[in-house]
Structures are given as C-alpha cells and as structure tokens.
C-alpha cells in the first residue's frame, strides 16, 4: 500500500522521528494524512439518522472528519504504547498509568468516539478502524530506542494537560466529553478573550472566557466582533459578542427595571420571536438586561427554529451584547431543543459571569 505524503515532511523522516523530537508535528500530520488518504472524506459519509437523545452532537460532514481525525489519534497513541510496552518492559506499568490518566482527563474518548461514529459512519466504521492500523504498523514496526521510548512517556504527561495534540483534535475530544452539559467544560478548559484592539468594539477592552472546544471566529456583520460555535465551528449553538455605539446618555438600572415592569421587554424581541423571560442585574458594575426569547429565524429559502439567551451591558457609549443561540431545523421537536437550550443558557451565564470591562477601572 502506498503510503500518503504529508506537505513539507518525507515519510521516511516520519517514521525516523515518530518517537523523537519530530513526533509533536510530524506524527500528527502523518496520522491524519494517512487518514485522510486511506479514507478519503467523500467516502466518509454521514449518517443523518434520527437521533433520540436530545443533547446529542450535531452529525455533519466536519464533525464527522474531526472525530475521524481523533480516532486516528487514539488508535495511534494506543499502539504506540503497546510498541513501547513490549520493547522496554520497565516503561510498561508508568505508560498504562498514563493511558488511564489520558482516558479520565479527556472522558474515555475512544468509546465516545467510536459512539459518535457508529451514528455517523454507520457500518463504514471498522473498515476506516482497520485502515488507519494497517497503514501506522509500519511505523511502529521497528526497534524503539530507549531514549525515544522516554521521550513518549514524557510526552503522554503533556498529552494529558492538553499539550502536543493538534487544536482539533483536543477540541473535539473536549466536545465529545461535555456536549450534555457545555457549562462543566468551563471549569478547566476556558479560554480567554479579549477585544483589545478590535475596530468593531468601538474602543472597548470586552474580556470573557470561553469553553476551549467552541471554535472562534471573526464576525461577518458590522456589529459582531467575535462569533464561538459549538462542536469546533460544526455544531448548532452560538455565542455572539455584539457592540453598538449609543447617544451619550447613561442608561440606569432603573430605566430597565422600568421596562421590564413595564412590557416585559418586549422591546427587545427580535422579528417573528417572543420573549420568555427578562430580568435586570449588573454586569461588572454596568446596568445590564437579560433576556430570553424563542422564536423562527428565516434566511434566504431556510427557516430555522431558535431559542436566545442574551445579555445586554450599557456603558455610557455603548451597547453591548452576550448572544447566546440554540437552532434546529424547522420541523424538529422543539423539546429537543429547549433541552438542549437549557444546558446552553447554563453555558451562557458562565460566559457572562466572566465579563470584564477594565477601562473602568483605569
């Protein structure tokens, strides 16, 4: 079998350095493209099955190949150990701590794994198993020399502090592990951002933390600084941060209390929606609003049903937006959805509770 080449990387340099100091890229790169060219993604097809649990990540095209790319990973790392385990008996016991530590850090990610794509793949499932063994044999089919046997170890304790594993393979095991409920990622795997420097954000240092698997992205429309989409940018839930300049005029606690009294802050309903909820609060000392709202949201020939949790933070010139979005299609159980939206505001308050606006304090 003629083995794929990676860009820029020989695969005889592969297979030299696969346990020394080459293995953090070369290894990687040479397991998804041996991936990827023993099981091209056309032949990946996935399964768009009905899916009972309502909590249940989104089966498409990327997250179907991304957590293709994670099982290539795992098999790989697992034969590895094996390798090492049988040439350097001593290193056996210290590498099956690790196996198991990596396995409770990341939620045994080969059994959600293989979970996800027996929905997604189907039958497809051993055969692409088979491949990607069949093609890394090769590489493990020689002796290990103690110094690189050592190195491995070593890196497995990276490994399992998030370390040495491409960005989407870590995230998509993080998704895998917390899709049920977003908000627990939070307590070791956020991220920070900040707007620093951001045309969009009108001069304003917005800082938030965020799940490490929600992918981010710059935002299309003129308001939106910074978009995070769930599943690593494949899935149906959305974190939004919007600015919008205002008249200089200080909005109080009280003007929005008013208005909840007052409508409900019906006001704050987008088109074709209506709200569920609203309460007022203070956000890092700024008047704030949240509101929560349900609704169907129509694009071009599509029409999708929705549920919005968003927060609104008023500085003196400013508005600012928190918007958090779950979607489905249209004919889908809207149960499955407001589950899925209650898991989401969770995530969403989180979030919010990391808001930091810092010229204040200057």
């Known amino acids: 079998m003629r083995r794929p080449t990676v860009a820029g990387v020989p695969p005889d340099r592969c ?3 696969f346990f020394a100091s080459g293995f953090r890229l070369c290894s990687l790169r040479y397991l ?4 990827l060219g023993l099981t091209p993604i056309s032949e990946v097809r996935p399964v768009m099955a009905e899916e009972a649990d309502p909590v249940a990540p989104w089966v498409n095209r990327q997250s179907v ?3 293709a790319g994670v099982l290539g990973f795992l098999i790989g790392q697992d034969m590895a150990i094996s390798a090492i385990s049988r040439q350097h008996p001593d290193l056996a ?7 198991v530590m990596f396995d409770a850090t990341y939620g045994n990610p080969m059994e959600r794994v293989e979970t996800f794509l027996k929905r997604g793949v189907g039958d497809q499932l051993p055969k692409l198993q088979e491949e990607i063994t069949a093609g890394l044999a090769p590489l493990l089919d020689r002796q290990i020399p103690r110094y690189d046997a050592e190195t491995f170890l070593r890196e497995m304790d990276e490994r399992i502090e998030g370390r040495l594993i491409r960005d989407n393979v870590l995230a998509t095991m993080l998704w895998l592990k917390f899709q049920a409920d977003p908000v627990v990622e939070m307590d070791e795997w956020a991220v920070p951002y900040s707007s620093a ?6 001069g304003l240092d917005v800082r938030l933390k965020l799940p490490r698997s929600w992918k981010g992205e710059e935002g299309e429309r003129p308001h939106i600084v910074r978009k995070w989409t769930s599943q690593n940018g494949a ?3 959305m974190i939004m941060l919007t600015v919008f300049a205002t008249p200089k005029q200080a909005v109080t606690l009280a003007d929005l209390q008013a208005e909840v009294d007052a409508t409900g802050a019906a006001g704050f309903a987008l088109e074709d929606h209506r709200v569920t909820d609203a309460a007022t609060l203070r956000m890092d000392r700024q008047p704030a609003l949240r509101v929560d709202q349900e609704g169907m949201l129509h694009s071009m020939e599509r029409v ?3 549920r919005f949790r968003t927060y609104l933070v008023f500085t003196e010139t400013a508005m600012l937006q928190i918007q958090c979005m779950a979607s489905a299609e249209q004919d889908s159980p809207a149960e499955a959805l407001q589950a899925r939206f209650e898991g989401l505001k969770r995530l969403c308050d989180r ?4 808001f930091v606006l810092p010229q204040q304090y200057e």
Do not use: C, E
């Open 93 to 99: 016991t210290a590498l099956r701590a690790r196996a």
């Open 235 to 237: 899935g149906l839930d």
């Open 351 to 354: 979030v919010a509770g990391s």
């Open 304 to 306: 999708m049903q929705d």
């Open 32 to 35: 998804l493209a041996l991936l």
């Open 197 to 202: 420097g951001h045309p969009k954000a009108l």
């Open 15 to 17: 297979i030299v350095t």
């Open 65 to 67: 190949n991304d957590t």
